[in-house]
Antibody, heavy 120, light 111 residues
Framework: QVQLVESGGGVVQPGGSLRLSCAAS????????MHWVRQAPGKGLEWVAF????????YYADSVKGRFTISRDDSKNTLYLQMNSLRGEDTALYYC?????????????WGQGTLVTVSS | QSALTQPASVSGSPGQSITISCTGT?????????VSWYQQHPGKAPKLMIY???NRPSGVSNRFSGSKSGNTASLTISGLQAEDEADYYC???????????FGTGTKVTVL
């Protein structure tokens, strides 16, 4: 079955960097677009970033544009999120999620998330 | 890009039907039939309940149904059960540069 396992979260100081990973299994990773979605403690879901199946298109939320970079390595079945210039408001549980065949249709399967805490 | 607007909370008794609204604009909900609904229990990952406005993934109960009119999408849960108590989020494709937007979330309480 589809499995998405995020890793790389932790505590980082404001202005610092972190790279999240998402290991995918149970489906043909290279055929699917992928998303990152985050959820601040006690808050709602916030879409963060999207990458097309072939990596040719990437989109970002205004709140992370210019600071975060989404990428993928199909040879490793792994999705990444490079996060730079981190701020307190980036503190959240970060989920990776698989896109549907029609990429505009949004995510279907989700991982369990990895927690990022930005604090001095 | 502003979040889609949902009521903060909706409640109902077991067996009743409830409807959650999701209001956007002509750039997102009103523009395309790419509205999804997710259920999230405390401490758990979101689960897809409805995709492309009204389609149910395999394994999702037919008590869950979706619809859309203009800039507002709706999720209806019929025959409310205790296990339906959770947070629900809508999402939509958006023609803005952001690509995807979620709703503010609705807490469903089964009385």
């Amino acid at each position: 079955q589809v499995q998405l396992v995020e890793s790389g979260g932790g505590v980082v100081q404001p202005g610092g960097s972190l790279r999240l990973s998402c290991a995918a299994s149970g489906f043909t990773f290279s055929s699917y677009a992928m998303h990152w979605v985050r959820q601040a403690p006690g808050k709602g879901l916030e879409w963060v970033a999207f990458i097309r199946s072939d990596g040719s298109s990437k989109y970002y939320a205004d709140s992370v544009k210019g600071r975060f970079t989404i990428s993928r390595d199909d040879s490793k079945n792994t999705l990444y999120l490079q996060m730079n210039s981190l701020r307190g408001e980036d503190t959240a549980l970060y989920y990776c999620a698989r896109g549907r065949r029609i990429e505009a249709a949004g995510p279907d399967c989700w991982g369990q998330g990895t927690l990022v805490t930005v604090s001095s | 890009q502003s979040a889609l607007t949902q009521p903060a909370s909706v409640s109902g008794s077991p067996g009743q039907s409830i409807t959650i609204s999701c209001t956007g604009t002509s750039s997102d909900v009103g523009a395309y039939n790419y509205v999804s609904w997710y259920q999230q229990h405390p401490g758990k990952a979101p689960k897809l309940m409805i995709y492309e406005v009204s389609n149910r993934p395999s394994g999702v109960s037919n008590r869950f149904s979706g619809s859309k009119s203009g800039n507002t999408a709706s999720l209806t849960i019929s025959g409310l059960q205790a296990e339906d108590e959770a947070d629900y989020y809508c999402s939509s494709y958006t023609t803005s540069s952001n690509f995807c937007v979620f709703g503010t979330g609705t807490k469903v309480t089964v009385l």
